[in-house]
């Protein structure tokens, strides 16, 4: 099933470090750790890696989710968890390391597949980047940002060309872990032909690194 709203595709942001931290959502395979004013024993609450579902392990407050939440929002989740056991006058949430995003650069581009990105960069150019940017015969006017959320597939067209030469940066597109970016060898794209089989592709893709 595909959609022709295009409403949740944005612009890559550019935002200051700072607004950077307050926005960032934690997500699987980052790696936290958490301060505690006046708890001694900080065993087990240094350089804890988010998992692939999401949560972590923690002495006192045991599993808790903490993918999808801000800084603040997990600092609030966990306050609450260890005030049932241990008295917490204040405590602070440090993110060590950033967890990779992965997305799928198809089509025209000189090495096809998965690519991993950093989460504070990314975006179009990024992923075509470090797919060896496109062939002879891409048409980097005409790359396809393709997103699947529940089943429903989203398509956005983005004209690099226009972002490099224009400075357009509508076109270069925020992606999201798991977005797959198709560079055509024409102007002409067919959907069934040409955008339907990423769905083949984009289930494998999800099969292995999920």
């Known amino acids: 099933?595909?959609?022709?709203?295009?409403?949740?595709?944005?612009p890559a942001?550019?935002?200051s470090l700072s607004d950077y931290d307050e926005h960032?959502?934690?997500y699987k395979y980052d790696v936290i750790s958490i301060r505690i004013i006046g708890f001694r024993d900080a065993q087990g609450l240094d350089q804890i890696v988010i998992g692939t579902d999401g949560y972590v392990n923690l002495p006192y407050a045991g599993s808790v989710k903490l993918a999808g939440l801000t800084l603040e929002e997990a600092k609030q989740v966990l306050t609450e968890r260890f005030s049932k056991y241990v008295k917490i006058p204040d405590m602070s949430i440090m993110v060590n390391s950033y967890g990779q995003r992965k997305v799928q650069v198809l089509g025209e581009v000189?090495?096809?597949g998965t690519v991993e990105l950093p989460s504070d960069d990314m975006n179009v150019m990024t992923a075509i980047g470090k797919a060896g940017w496109v062939t002879t015969y891409g048409r980097i006017k005409k790359v396809q940002v393709i997103r699947i959320i529940d089943g429903t597939m989203y398509v956005r067209e983005a004209n690099i060309k226009n972002y490099i030469e224009k400075h357009d940066i509508m076109q270069n597109?925020?992606?999201?872990?798991?977005?797959?970016l198709y560079v055509p060898k024409s102007n002409k794209i067919d959907f069934h032909q040409d955008i339907l089989p990423m769905l083949n592709v984009y289930n494998t893709y999800r099969a292995i690194t999920d």
């Open 1 to 10: 099933m595909n959609s022709t709203d295009t409403s949740l595709f944005k």
């Open 173 to 180: 597109l925020a992606l999201e872990d798991g977005d797959i």
């Open 110 to 112: 000189n090495l096809p």
């Open 13 to 15: 942001a550019i935002k």
């Open 24 to 26: 960032y959502r934690l």
